[in-house]
């Protein structure tokens, strides 16, 4: 019997997190579904998992949260999913510089750092797989997104480079996720953020807020964004690109996000603009 694979997750209280460590447990691999609140971490204990504490702007529970879940497993370990991220709405020039420090504290240094620390144990064991969850925002810009596009526009350049650094070793992949809109909780988390930081009543912007931002992340409708598909969506291509011998570089998922890439490869900058200025 082949031995039982091992995956570390990030950003499992919720979400696409959540849901893939359920589809990979359910899959046999063993899944450390990491959260940033030892509440969370306690919640999915009580669901049987392993749950290291790992908090993305705290490097202490980053190298803590690896060395649990190598110890765990003997000193091995198959492949992390980079999944923890939050979003803060807002135009750009009402962004501050703290705003912008906060989300890459996150959603890019942390990643890259537990990307990082993962490396030499992928390396002393001769292989392993790096995937990395961006967004459809990775590479297409949408209004009042700036600060999250950002982040993952970064997270972007820093995975296609690191592939390119690590061509020469064959045993260890490194991939891209790039969902469109997936149910999550993403959303919700993330009016905290908007109200620490967005002084939006008194933005030039403020209609826009008012009549698009506002509404949308503030909704309790139930209402659905088009094309939008379950976590689920995720956690099938999260396992091809887990399993696939030679994975892709890059795993779109909905339809908008296949779209956007269209959008992005063949239409003139100007014509681009017009259309992603409607979304």
């Known amino acids: 019997m082949e031995p ?8 499992c209280s919720s979400g696409i997190g959540y849901a893939c460590a359920h589809f990979m447990r359910e899959k046999n691999w063993r899944v450390f579904a990491s959260c940033r609140q030892q509440k969370d971490c ?15 702007a705290d490097d202490k529970t980053i ?14 370990l198959d492949a992390v999913f980079n999944n923890g991220a939050f979003a803060t709405a807002g135009f750009a020039e009402d962004l501050s510089r703290g705003a912008l420090r906060e989300i890459f504290e996150t959603n890019v240094f942390g990643v890259h750092e537990l990307s990082r ?65 997936v149910t999550s909780s993403i959303r919700v988390n993330a009016q905290r953020h908007f109200e620490k930081w967005i002084d939006w009543k008194n933005s030039y912007h ?16 139930g209402k659905k964004d088009r094309f939008e598909l379950p976590e689920t969506a995720v956690a099938e291509k999260l396992y091809h690109a887990l399993t696939s011998e030679n994975p892709k570089p890059r795993y779109y998922v909905t339809t ?3 779209i956007a890439s269209l959008i992005k490869r063949f239409l003139p900058h100007r014509i681009q603009d017009k259309l992603f200025v409607k979304t």
């Open 63 to 76: 190298a803590e949260g690896l060395a649990q879940t190598i110890k765990a497993t003997g000193g091995k």
């Open 117 to 181: 620390q993962v490396l030499p144990i992928f390396r002393r064991q001769g292989h392993g797989r790096i995937i990395q969850n961006s967004s459809v925002l990775g590479f297409a810009p949408a209004r009042g997104r700036s600060a999250y596009a950002a982040t993952k526009h970064a997270l972007e350049a820093l995975t296609d480079i690191m592939r390119l650094e690590l061509a020469r070793e064959e045993t260890i992949k490194i991939v891209l996720i790039e969902p469109g809109p």
């Open 206 to 221: 403020a209609d826009y807020y008012e009549s698009h931002v506002i509404p949308r992340l503030y909704s309790t409708d």
């Open 4 to 11: 039982q694979k091992s995956i570390l997750i990030t950003g």
């Open 256 to 258: 908008l996000t296949y």
């Open 42 to 56: 306690d919640r999915l204990i009580a669901e049987g998992f392993e749950s290291p504490l790992i908090d993305y």
